[in-house]
């Protein structure tokens, strides 16, 4: 099976900086993966998919990277909206999600 | 307009079993491979079973692996998630979720907002 890890756990910021989230495979996973933001009481959303690939009506200031067994997500310019919780997933091999990354307001 | 609606959730005792179900809309439904994703309460996503129409494809998570069947019934556009041997830790809110493919391994572009399962005597 597929491990999927993501760092930090938690990540303080303020609007305006620049955040980047870590996910790292057990396994080289190629450019199968996905990132998703989900905020409380809501169903996620598909941001980012095969590595970097914009999902439509995505705000640009997202951005995905990475290849093999690393990964990033970064978020240009924080926006008020951007405060919640996001998932990398792996799909080369079933399905496997990390297991989240809290922005929360510094 | 794409929309998924999970039911069938509720309070079942250890062991017992349970069959949820999500009605589609909106998409041509054997056109796309459909998931079932699951959140523990506080905790994060874990995915769970995932079926593709076309080539009739199926995979399920360990955790689940021999207790849960994926199924559906392309007709009335639904998926099905029959769970039996239920355990406490399957208590989650179960999200319905639509892949991007018609093949299973692909990421989910839309999903539902979910049915809660609690396992509990």
């Known amino acids: 099976d597929i491990q999927m890890t993501q760092s930090p756990s938690t990540l303080s910021a303020s609007v305006g900086d620049r955040v980047t989230i870590t996910c790292r495979a057990s396994q080289s996973i190629s450019t199968w993966l996905a990132w998703y933001q989900q905020k409380p009481g809501k169903a996620p959303i598909l941001l980012i998919y095969?590595?970097?690939s914009l999902e439509g009506g995505v705000p640009s200031r997202f951005s995905g990277s990475g290849s093999g067994t690393e990964f990033t997500l970064t978020i240009s310019s924080l926006q008020p909206d951007d405060f919640a919780t996001y998932y990398c997933q792996q799909y080369k091999d079933y399905s496997t999600f990390g297991q989240g990354t809290k922005v929360e307001i510094k | 307009e794409v929309q998924l609606v999970e039911s069938g959730g509720g309070l079942v005792q250890p062991g017992r079993s349970l069959r949820l179900s999500c009605a589609a809309s909106?998409?041509?439904?054997?056109?796309?491979?459909i998931h079932w994703v699951r959140q523990a309460p506080g905790k994060g996503l874990e995915w769970v079973s995932g079926i593709s129409w076309i080539s009739g494809t199926t995979g399920y998570a360990d955790s689940v692996k021999g207790r849960f069947t994926i199924s559906g019934d392309n007709a009335k556009n639904s998926l099905y998630l029959q769970m039996n041997s239920l355990r406490p830790e399957d208590t989650a809110l179960y999200y319905c979720a639509k892949s991007t493919h018609s093949g299973v391994w692909y990421p989910l572009d839309y999903w539902g907002q979910g049915t809660l399962v609690i396992v509990s005597s």
């Open positions: 095969k590595a970097s």
């Open positions: 909106g998409f041509t439904f054997d056109d796309y491979a």
